[in-house]
T-cell receptor
Framework: GAGVSQSPSNKVTEKGKDVELRCDPISGHTALYWYRQSLGQGLEFLIYFQGNSAPDKSGLPSDRFSAERTGGSVSTLTIQRTQQEDSAVYLC?????????????FGEGSRLTVL | GESVGLHLPTLSVQEGDNSIINCAYSNSASDYFIWYKQESGKGPQFIIDIRSNMDKRQGQRVTVLLNKTVKHLSLQIAATQPGDSAVYFCAENHTGGFKTIFGAGTRLFVKA
């Protein structure tokens, strides 16, 4: 299918290690979002990319978190020196429009477990 | 701060009955209100949205109602089916902005 693709689907790491999570949005979608979902909770906004504009990083919880989007397509979310509280499902979404009317297309997420 | 909250964390309904999931929001400036459905192990899936200048919008078996006076949003599912069992999130955002704010979610159980 041509949906949002995320990898890895599951990642188990040790506290203090760095992890990279990848998102491949739907082709042609200019907007890309990262959210974090803790167990049984709602979605916490992390970062947003729109075209070639500077990303809005206002949701990143600490400077251990960073994200890039290369060539306006694939995005990588990096978490440095992981902590147990970073354990969550990291969801990526894309949208075809710069004005977000609400319809985001989500991937199935990357489940991160920090031991 | 801005928040979107839900009245009930779980809802159990009999198959064939109608379901009503409620949501309260706090930001009067939001332009769009959205409902998403999330099945276990999957990402949220868009169901329906409604603009802030509307009171009601209908889709296939679903109706969203918006009451701006009391800042209340609801999702009605007609003739609930087992496949409707999932977590439902309400969310809001601003046209021209980007940040979609999600609530904590309501888990819907459909009993056969």
């Amino acid at each position: 299918g041509a949906g949002v693709s995320q990898s890895p689907s599951n990642k188990v790491t040790e506290k203090g290690k760095d992890v990279e999570l990848r998102c491949d949005p739907i082709s042609g979608h200019t907007a890309l979002y990262w959210y974090r979902q803790s167990l049984g909770q709602g979605l916490e906004f992390l970062i947003y990319f729109q075209g070639n504009s500077a990303p809005d990083k206002s949701g990143l919880p600490s400077d251990r978190f960073s994200a890039e989007r290369t060539g306006g397509s694939v995005s990588t979310l990096t978490i440095q020196r992981t902590q147990q509280e970073d354990s969550a499902v990291y969801l990526c979404a894309s949208s075809p429009r710069s004005l977000n009317t609400g319809e985001l297309f989500f991937g199935e997420g990357s489940r991160l477990t920090v031991l | 701060g801005e928040s979107v909250g839900l009245h009930l964390p779980t809802l159990s309904v009999q198959e064939g009955d109608n379901s009503i999931i409620n949501c309260a929001y706090s930001n009067s400036a939001s332009d769009y209100f959205i409902w998403y459905k999330q099945e276990s192990g999957k990402g949220p899936q868009f169901i329906i949205d409604i603009r802030s200048n509307m009171d009601k919008r209908q889709g296939q078996r679903v109706t969203v109602l918006l009451n701006k006076t009391v800042k209340h949003l609801s999702l009605q599912i007609a003739a609930t089916q087992p496949g409707d069992s999932a977590v439902y999130f309400c969310a809001e955002n601003h046209t021209g902005g980007f940040k979609t704010i999600f609530g904590a979610g309501t888990r819907l159980f459909v009993k056969a």
